[in-house]
Every structure is written in structure tokens, then in C-alpha cells.
């Protein structure tokens, strides 16, 4: 069956901090990996990776995948008030029936919590 | 305005009524889903629609139904509910072909 595990489940840090977040998968037909930061409304898309070692990176954010070991991990340098959230990571796996839809399988997130 | 709107943001009701969540996209995506949140576990798709004569389960869809009215609008609906559909939902958007999901802000339902 597939699944994405995400750790840790929660996490307390002062501002300034460095966090990294993880995310491991045992997926059939990999696509793609996702990351999603949810805060008290809509979650909003953060990186697709899809090549295993090449980084993404967005300002103080970044974000690799390994394919061989199976897991993605999110960085977040200098850690701000406004990066509390609960960050999403999705695995998209292609599916052989119903025309296009290739399947995301959730993990359950893990959520930050920046303290001043 | 946002680009994905879902209402009601926040709903009660009792067991055995009837329930409908709308969501509305100004987007011009093709497709749809209907997704809920439970704490602890990952989203879990409900239905999903590629375009307006088009409609999927997704892996839970019992005791849910779903209309998609136009490309804008998809609403979903619990025709009797029950405790254990409290839940938090998300209605997302896509573009065909792409992976990358638009929520909206989501509607938090609590079955007493």
C-alpha cells in the first residue's frame, strides 16, 4: 500500500532557528514529490521535486529529494513567527486507470511552531 | 477574492441531515477535487472531476456525493450525516496535466 510518512509529527522552535522536516515515501510509480505550508486557510504550494539531488530553494526555504532512499527533507534557515504552519508533503504517483488522474498520497504533516 | 472559495467556512449540524459544501474557482481549471483533513492523517480525496460531464471516487467517497454545476463550480454533499464526517474539507483546482493542487481555505464540519 502506499504511503508517505512525515517526522516529526510536531515541532517547537525559537526564531532563528534551523528546522529540518522530513518526508519519506513507499510509493509505485513515483512522479513527483509536493510541499504544502497550511496555515489557518488554504494550504499554498512550496516545491515540486522530481529528480533526486537537485535542490529547490526559495528564499530562507529549500528542499531535496532522494529517490534512492525514498525521502524528501524541507529546510527553513532563520526561522520567523510567520513560518508557523503545518507543512504538507504529497507523493504523486502515476495510475494506470481513469484517464489522468495520477494519485496523491498525503502525508499527515508536521506541524511548526515558531516561538519569539 | 480568492481564487478557490468555499462555503460554508464553518458548518454544525446534526446527525442525519442533509449537507452541502460548495466551492466556486476563478481559476478557469478543469479540474476538481474534494478532499478532507482529519487530524493525524494525511488528505484523503472524496471525489474529483476533470470537467463538467466528469466525476471519480476518490478513496472515501461513501456517504458523499458530488454535482459539478459548471467548470467553476463543483459542491459537495452529505446526504445524511453522521458523527464521523466531522472533518475539515478542502475543495482544490488543477490545471489538466498538472500535479500542482489550488486549495481553497477549506470548511470546518463538526456532526453532533
Known amino acids: 500500500e502506499d504511503k508517505v510518512v512525515q517526522s516529526p509529527l510536531s515541532l517547537v522552535v525559537h526564531e532563528g532557528d534551523t528546522v529540518t522536516l522530513n518526508c519519506s515515501y513507499e510509493v509505485t510509480n513515483f512522479r513527483s514529490l509536493l510541499w504544502y505550508k497550511q496555515e489557518k486557510k488554504a494550504p499554498t504550494f512550496l516545491f515540486m521535486l522530481?529528480?533526486?539531488?537537485i535542490e529547490k530553494k526559495s528564499g530562507r526555504l529549500s528542499s531535496i529529494l532522494d529517490k534512492k532512499e525514498l525521502f524528501s527533507i524541507l529546510n527553513i534557515t532563520a526561522t520567523q513567527t510567520g513560518d508557523s504552519a503545518i507543512y504538507l508533503c504529497?507523493?504523486?504517483?502515476?495510475?494506470?486507470?481513469?484517464?489522468?488522474?495520477?494519485?496523491?498520497?498525503f502525508g499527515a504533516g508536521t506541524r511548526l511552531a515558531v516561538h519569539p | 477574492d480568492a481564487d478557490v472559495t468555499q462555503t460554508p467556512r464553518n458548518r454544525i449540524t446534526k446527525t442525519g441531515k442533509r449537507i452541502m459544501l460548495e466551492c466556486s474557482q476563478t481559476k478557469g481549471h478543469d479540474r476538481m477535487y474534494w478532499y478532507r483533513q482529519d487530524p493525524g492523517l494525511g488528505l484523503r480525496l472524496i471525489y474529483y472531476?476533470?470537467?463538467?460531464?466528469?466525476?471519480n471516487k476518490g478513496e472515501i467517497s461513501d456517504g458523499y456525493s458530488v454535482s459539478r454545476q459548471a467548470q467553476a463550480k463543483f459542491s459537495l454533499s452529505l446526504e445524511s450525516a453522521i458523527p464521523n464526517q466531522t472533518a475539515l474539507y478542502f475543495c482544490?483546482?488543477?490545471?489538466?496535466?498538472?500535479?500542482?493542487?489550488?486549495f481553497g481555505a477549506g470548511s470546518r464540519l463538526t456532526v453532533l
Open positions: 522530481t529528480s533526486s539531488g
Open positions: 482544490a483546482t488543477a490545471v489538466s496535466g498538472a500535479n500542482v493542487l489550488t
Open positions: 504529497a507523493v504523486e504517483a502515476s495510475m494506470v486507470l481513469s484517464g489522468g488522474y495520477n494519485k496523491l498520497i
Open positions: 472531476s476533470f470537467d463538467v460531464k466528469d466525476i
